[in-house]
């Protein structure tokens, strides 16, 4: 079976610190790789898609980056935190046609002090 | 663009009662798949039931039935029999079948009460 897994759960770093979080995929190949951010009692805002490893796709102009280095290997980067960039973060992948909707990881909270 | 609107931000239930989310949606795309989408407290964001648009039919999963009315582009979710578990916000879904792209609701946020 699929599994979705999502690094660190919680994390607090200081204003201008780096942030990498990662996402793997395990149980599937040339998956659809999605991040979302959701701010405290909002809704979810895409941030990044990829359908395949370099393929990166950006909704909004942001602080953050995205890489795929490897096919089931998602990461969110950035080279110096706002205060802004505060919230939850959600990996989540689907299969090419996503008939079955995303599969979401269970989040990182990222409180940038 | 295709937007999703929920126009419940907060709704409450007794336990064992029955209790309607309502979600909209606005598109010019004819194929699509709904969705809806459970986060309890814990955050993790959980599938609760999926319509295809091209099927009349509206799905059900135990206790969840959706009420799909495409020509109003509405998707409402009905749980009945509410639990305690059931406790959460829920997000409305849509994705068209020509990108694969899904947009969320705003949510609704359910509190069921003993």
């Known amino acids: 079976s699929q599994t979705i897994h999502q690094w660190p759960a919680t994390l607090v770093q200081p204003v201008g610190s780096p942030l990498s979080l990662e996402c793997t995929v395990e149980?599937?190949?040339?998956?659809?790789l999605y991040w979302y951010r959701q701010a405290a009692g909002r809704g979810l805002q895409l941030l990044f898609y990829s359908v395949g490893i370099g393929q990166i796709s950006s909704e909004v102009p942001q602080n953050l980056s995205a890489s795929r280095p490897q096919d089931r290997q998602f990461i969110l980067s950035s080279k110096k935190l706002l205060l802004s960039d505060s919230g939850f973060y959600l990996c989540?992948?689907?299969?090419?046609?996503?008939?079955?909707?995303?599969?979401f990881g269970s989040g990182t909270r990222l409180t940038v002090v | 663009a295709q937007t999703v609107t929920q126009s419940q931000p907060e709704m409450s239930v007794q336990e064992a009662e029955t209790v309607t989310l309502s979600c909209t949606y606005d598109?010019?795309?004819?194929?699509?798949?709904l969705f809806w989408y459970k986060q309890p407290p814990s955050r993790q964001m959980i599938l609760v039931i999926r319509q295809e648009a091209y099927k009349q039919q509206n799905a059900t999963e135990n206790r969840f039935s959706v009420n799909f009315q495409k020509a109003a582009k509405s998707f409402s979710l009905k749980i009945s029999d509410s639990q305690l578990g059931d406790t959460a916000m829920y997000f409305c879904?849509?994705?068209?079948?020509?990108?694969?792209?899904?947009?969320f609701g705003a949510g609704t946020r359910l509190t069921v009460k003993p």
């Open positions: 149980g599937t190949s040339n998956p659809n």
């Open positions: 989540a992948w689907s299969d090419r046609l996503s008939r079955y909707g995303y599969t």
């Open positions: 598109t010019s795309e004819s194929n699509y798949y």
């Open positions: 879904a849509f994705m068209p079948l020509t990108n694969n792209d899904m947009r």
